[in-house]
């Protein structure tokens, strides 16, 4: 699957292009890009890579698919555009300031007939995949209690959004907690960035 990158700010840089390029069966094909200082960084990370400065360019270009990782405020006219070209479209969280402006993205893409999706889904992250393998070959015993976290609580990564409210950059922590047979059991993964609350209360009476 031929796959265009709209947007190479943190996420973009960090995030999707080095994991749309590790996807087997995807190839990165183009990134759009227009402040001179984002287009000479795109540059420096992939020197063969097509930079466009516009959606419209790229999709003439030859895309199955594009991720969209700009700031949110522009973001539904990015989405619109593709899905109104018969393009697939994973776009970056928030997906959409209110449950409105959602829908009208969702009834879009249904109308053209193509898939919309909301990065990221960590149903097959390194983590999740263990804790799922814990969890089939029975380790633990009886799993009554299972948190996941994604905080950092820096207010320094707090944007108002515009309709209200904010968008909190978050970083993953994950904490498990289990009780079986054998009395408490505690696990939990190496902190990213921020903390990590974990505990186990009594184990629960059979």
């Known amino acids: 699957m031929r796959i265009g990158l709209v947007g190479y700010g943190t996420g973009g840089k960090n995030f999707h292009a080095p994991y749309i390029e590790a996807a087997a069966d995807c190839e990165l094909v183009g990134i759009v890009a227009r402040a001179p200082a984002t287009v000479a960084r795109a540059q420096a990370d992939w020197p063969e890579m097509p930079i466009c400065d516009s959606l419209g360019k790229m999709i003439d270009s030859g895309v199955d698919a594009v991720t969209i990782s700009t700031p949110p405020a522009t973001r539904r006219e990015l989405v619109l555009e593709a899905v109104g070209r018969g393009i697939h479209v994973v776009a970056d969280k928030p997906f959409a300031p209110t449950a409105a402006a959602a829908r009208?993205?969702?009834?879009?893409?249904?109308?053209?007939?193509?898939?919309?999706?909301?990065?990221?889904?960590?149903?097959?992250?390194?983590?999740i995949r263990t804790l799922r393998k814990v969890l089939r070959e029975e380790h633990l015993g009886n799993i009554w209690r299972f948190d996941s976290r994604f905080d950092a609580d820096d207010p320094a990564t707090l944007e108002r959004g515009p309709e209200g409210g904010c968008f909190v950059i978050s970083v993953a922590t994950l904490s498990t907690r289990r009780c079986g047979s054998s009395g408490q059991r505690r696990a939990s993964t190496p902190t990213l960035t921020g903390s990590s609350r974990t505990h186990c209360g009594p184990t629960p009476l059979s």
């Open 104 to 127: 009208e993205l969702v009834s879009a893409a249904e109308g053209a007939g193509v898939l919309l999706s909301v990065f990221h889904n960590r149903r097959w992250d390194a983590d």
